[in-house]
């Protein structure tokens, strides 16, 4: 009886235990052991309803032999039963509790495939009694608002797998875990959270002369620009490089040749998710938009470049990190940064559901510009101003964390 106690005990921990995503691995590789296993393991309350009618069944009939050998034993001795049911305790305990569950819990799938050929038939002959069971246990939990019909125990949500994929340092290079994260983090992040600001939008203006605007097409670094007349709010559209480059040298290139070569500009509302703008650069084959408020007013570009850099970070650019960190544990930081990018970079966690970069938090915080030596307590991270102009704090240092 003991024997079947540490068995019942046992298998019920290792079956319990088991990771879900780990069995369904086993059962598509065919694993027989596996396939039983996860098939009890659909109605959890039936197999665990045929445990316990069993455990309990051994452990009763374990105690009543128990008082029938005090009782023959030691007759004369009132005392021999509450002797007797002491070191069964004692045993039990020992042998038949803690140390087939812990090893269990440690090795739950040594004890879990066998046994699951064991409880299939076992539930098939019991079937009768566990159902009356489970039927007033479910009536039970019924009325305390549980559904056992309607409980999904394999399911996650996005900040649990965000958990686990950050626990699994060890399995995957941290440059895919980063890249996992960012596509967790994709649902949460709209377009202005990614944007390139208003006033950093490189472009053409075609009031400049045109000795100008030549210079600034051989010179710049990026492939399409916007062409806009005085502000970026009258925008005509963007030019691709590749295309101006081949007619630029001409005799007749002019500011008109400029603008028949421009694209329709593609205009985002400032609250559009990532992943759905994703998809719709891909569905209109463009790779760059204009970011504008409820107004209608630009605030921003953003480039397919900016929503590919949103998931895998860092590997895609070449420009160096706005983040740097220091020798003594400290991070110099361009305060043009957005929250989001600083989080990504330092796994920090700024809060990111008001100003979108790192200038705006500080301004908010202090509810002014503050001049350079300035100390701040950002949300736990201690920071000094170390550069500022007119209008916007520049650089900032983070210091170490004690």
């Not at 996860?38 to 109605?43: C, F, I, Y």
């Not at 959890?44 to 316990?52: E, F, K, N, V």
């Not at 479910?138 to 608002?145: E, S, T």
């Amino acid at each position: 009886m003991l024997i079947l106690s540490a068995f019942f005990a046992g298998s019920e921990t290792s079956l319990m235990s088991l990771n879900r995503y780990r069995l369904r691995h086993q059962v598509k590789l065919k694993n027989p052991g596996a396939i039983k296993t996860h098939k009890l393991l659909q109605r959890p309350d039936r197999l665990i309803g045929l445990i316990l009618l069993c455990n309990n069944f051994v452990n009763t009939f374990a105690a009543s032999i128990t008082t029938v050998l005090a009782i023959r034993l030691f007759p004369q001795d009132e005392s021999s039963i509450a002797i007797g049911a002491g070191i069964l305790t004692i045993v039990m305990l020992v042998f038949s509790e803690v140390s087939p569950k812990t090893l269990a819990a440690i090795k739950p799938e040594l004890l879990a495939f066998p046994a699951a050929w064991i409880y299939e038939p076992l539930l098939k002959i019991f079937y009768p009694v566990v159902w009356f069971v489970n039927l007033f246990v479910n009536l039970l939990l019924r009325i305390v608002g549980v559904d056992v019909n309607k409980n999904s125990p394999d399911s996650l949500n996005s900040d649990e797998l965000k958990s686990i994929i950050t626990e699994a340092e060890s399995l995957m290079p941290p440059r895919y875990q980063k890249m996992l994260l960012g596509i967790l983090d994709l649902e949460s992040a709209t377009v202005e959270d990614i944007m390139t600001p208003r006033n950093e939008i490189v472009g053409i203006d075609l009031e400049d002369p045109l000795e100008e605007i030549i210079g600034q097409i051989k010179a710049s670094p990026h492939t399409q620009l916007a062409v806009y007349k005085k502000s970026i709010d009258r925008i005509i559209g963007f030019l691709h490089l590749r295309k101006v480059l081949v007619e630029v040298n001409h005799a007749h290139f002019d500011k008109q040749s400029i603008i028949n070569l421009v694209s329709k500009p593609v205009f985002i509302p400032e609250s559009t998710p990532v992943h759905t703008q994703m998809l719709s650069f891909k569905n209109e084959k463009t790779r760059i938009g204009l970011v504008v408020d409820e107004y209608g007013d630009v605030q921003g570009l953003v480039t397919l470049d900016d929503l590919l850099q949103e998931i895998v970070g860092e590997l895609i650019t070449d420009e160096a990190t706005p983040a740097q960190l220091q020798s003594d544990g400290s991070y110099l930081v361009d305060a043009g940064i957005t929250i989001r990018e600083l989080n990504r970079l330092t796994q920090w966690s700024l809060p990111t559901e008001g100003p979108k970069t790192l200038n705006g938090l500080i301004i908010e915080i202090v509810e002014t510009i503050p001049e350079p030596g300035t100390s701040i307590d950002l949300h736990g991270y201690y920071l000094e101003v170390i550069k500022r102009n007119k209008n916007a704090v520049k650089l900032v240092k983070f210091l170490p964390k004690p």
